[in-house]
């Protein structure tokens, strides 16, 4: 009962009260003996069930009170033992015993768990806690900074005997909410917004330095920014801003992509240009050689006989050109400078078929450039009423 | 024999309760006071079991450890250019003196936490009125709370505690300036989402603008090097043509001539107007009698 009680000597903080044990025990003892149904009015009339009793009760005690020194350290504990307030072992996990109060007592701290202290919000971050999360920045503007502290505890004396630490989790907080708004000050608002990592590294060696200054014995496993935001006031406008920033990409990838379509364009452009050219150029001189090369072979017939050959091409190109084209023959001589031709008559006929407008052709045949001129019909045609 | 063991339970319960009364654990974490009729007889800070002389003398234990004062709500603390500071701090403080806080505060420890509290706003009143928002935020925030230590600290020592450290919390603007910190966090990204959208139709421009130039002078040195190509096929061709028919240049301009007729005239659209006194008609009304 009281003595297995496990407030009993272990996790007392502070010397137990003496006389609130006294007072316990004595308790104890008389409702003991009441029980044995031998009530003790006076001492002088005990008889030996007394005796047994009290030999067996003494015996009792001390069983109990060497007991009461068992405890168990957990897997991710370790025992602290004091004796007489005096730190005198650290106990590693497993059943243990210490010797029993009032010599010895012992505290188990966690030093593996990793523990956890939220800033500017609790457990979500739906459940803002804007005293703490609101910041000045370097530049002096505002902004909202929610973040969590991981740590453990490293050296469970520290911890224990150093600081009076109670909830260590508000010790932490307050450590990490002053690391981080000393860290947000010196820092302006584009990068706590925006490199909030770095931010979080700088705060995290600052709130290391801090509990070590202050012997507390944690050891800060890392800091992470959960979130980070301006002021609801101006989020707009921060919206707005980040906005912009996407305008301005897409703007500069419009550009980029109008540049990726002409330049290549062009390119091909070019290559077709050259392509030509030098289509152009192998085709002319193989025009060229073709012909030279008949030229030659008709010259060489040519000089063997220079004038029927002559006559024979005249009379053939004649011919050839007669026999396609439509024909007029006038015979100036026997008319006036007023001769009446019908051409665009002629041409609507010729025309027919192409849609193309005819060409009315002015020939010199052969040698007599003096004979037709359609120059001066067209003139003649042109100045009648 | 049962009276025998009787007395010896007295006796052991009296020692007991007598050993309560003189001796006492003094903590790791604890100074011990030893008061004798409410005077001091002595301090025990190390750990340990230690005897008093019961009933006369009785022991006041003080806790070693470090301690945080918090304060309560924040401060409004006015810096040197008149505006209004929201400050928050703590304050890591321990007992150094055991005796002189025992005197001085009866060991309270909420009585020394009021004392202190009264020196950390005078300290941060002090600080601040002779700071600007930019050195308490952010230039000299290390000094403010260091030298607010070690004020502090030098006061504290007369009700025998010592200041481990001062750390500055919140130091926010008070409400009213806030919102003209927010006008002014509205305008510096209005002027930022505008430069940001003006340099973004400029790159645009510029990125355009460059590729109409590549274009243009992409198709012009194609153009330069397509005409050089022709003019050396032209040039090679004429040389050809030259080579050719220079053998017999008068033929050529006849037989040239007459491709070109041939070429010229050669649908039912082209219509020719002839005088047949041409040479071609030379036999057309004159069959002529045999050589010219």
């Known amino acids: 009962m009281a003595w297995n009680d496990p407030d009993w000597g272990k996790k007392s903080n502070g010397p137990p009260d003496l006389d609130e044990i006294w007072r316990k025990f004595n308790d104890k003892l008389n409702r003991m003996f009441g029980g044995k149904g031998t009530p003790p009015p006076s001492l002088g009339g005990a008889d030996k069930p007394a005796f047994n009793g009290g030999v067996l009760l003494v015996g009792l005690i001390v069983v109990i009170w060497l007991g009461s020194g068992f405890y168990i350290v957990n897997a991710r504990e370790r025992g602290v033992v004091l004796r007489f307030g005096k730190f005198a072992e650290l106990t590693m996990p497993g059943p243990r015993w210490h010797m029993p109060f009032p010599i010895e007592s012992v505290e188990n701290v966690d030093v593996e768990g990793n523990r956890i202290t939220e800033i500017g919000y609790r457990q979500s971050v739906q459940n803002k806690q804007p005293h703490e999360a609101t910041m000045l920045t370097g530049d002096k503007s505002i902004v909202n900074v929610s973040f969590a502290v991981q740590y453990r505890v490293a050296d469970p004396q520290k911890f224990l005997f150093k600081n009076y630490i109670g909830d260590d989790q508000a010790f932490v907080r307050q450590v990490a909410e002053s690391a981080m708004r000393e860290v947000v000050g010196k820092t302006n608002v584009d990068t706590v917004l925006y490199e909030s990592t770095q931010v979080a590294d700088k705060a995290g060696k600052l709130i290391q330095q801090m509990l070590d200054r202050y012997e507390s014995g944690i050891i800060l496993q890392n800091v992470t920014i959960s979130q980070v935001q301006p002021p609801e006031q101006v989020q707009a406008a921060f919206d707005d801003a980040n906005r912009a920033d996407q305008d301005r990409k897409r703007q500069q990838s419009e550009g980029e992509a109008y540049a990726n379509n002409v330049i290549p364009k062009a390119k091909g452009t070019a290559a077709r240009l050259l392509q030509e050219a030098e289509g152009h150029k192998q085709s002319v001189i193989a025009r060229a050689e073709g012909d030279a090369a008949r030229f030659r072979q008709i010259v060489a017939e040519y000089n063997k006989a220079p004038g029927v050959t002559r006559d024979r091409l005249y009379l053939d190109a004649m011919q050839q050109i007669f026999s396609n084209t439509t024909k007029l023959l006038v015979d100036q001589k026997g008319g006036n400078n007023l001769l009446y031709l019908p051409l665009d008559k002629l041409m609507q006929q010729s025309a027919a078929e192409a849609a193309a407008p005819a060409r009315p052709a002015v020939t010199e045949p052969a040698r007599s450039p003096d004979q037709v001129q359609m120059r001066d019909l067209l003139r003649n045609r042109e100045g009648r009423p | ?292």
Do not use: C, H
């Open chain 2, 1 to 292: 024999m049962s009276r025998n063991l009787a007395t010896g339970l007295v006796v052991a319960l009296v020692a007991l309760v007598v050993m309560s009364f003189t001796f006492f654990t003094v903590d790791q974490r604890e100074d011990a006071i030893v008061l004798q009729l409410g005077e001091i007889v002595s301090v025990k800070t190390r750990p340990g079991l230690k005897a008093k002389i019961p009933l006369i003398q009785n022991v006041v234990f003080v806790d070693r450890r470090v301690r945080t004062l918090d304060t309560p709500d924040s401060d409004l603390i006015i810096t040197s250019e008149k505006i209004n500071m929201l400050v928050d701090s703590f304050v890591k403080w321990r007992v150094a003196d055991a005796k002189q806080y025992y005197v001085s505060v009866r060991a309270d420890e909420k009585a020394a936490e009021a004392r202190l509290l009264q020196l950390v706003r005078d300290g941060l009143r002090a600080e601040f009125n002779k700071r600007t928002v930019d050195d308490v935020v952010s230039g000299q925030r290390e000094q403010v709370m260091e030298s607010l230590r070690k004020n502090i600290d030098r006061e504290a020592r007369a009700i025998g505690v010592e200041i481990v450290d001062v750390r500055l919390k919140r130091v926010d603007y008070s409400e009213k300036v806030a919102d003209s910190v927010f006008e002014q966090m509205r305008q510096e990204r209005v002027r930022v989402a505008n430069e940001r959208r003006a340099t973004g139709a400029a790159d645009k421009e510029k990125i355009q603008a460059d590729a109409d130039k590549q274009q243009e002078i992409i198709i012009a040195e194609a153009y330069r090097d397509a005409q050089r190509t022709k003019g050396e096929g032209d040039a090679k061709a004429a040389a050809i043509y030259a080579q050719a028919y220079s053998t017999n240049p008068e033929f050529y301009a006849f037989y040239r001539s007459l491709d070109a007729y041939k070429e010229s005239f050669k649908t039912r659209q082209d219509v020719l107007v002839l005088d047949p006194n041409s040479e071609f008609f030379k036999y057309f009304k004159n069959p002529g009698r045999g050589g010219k």
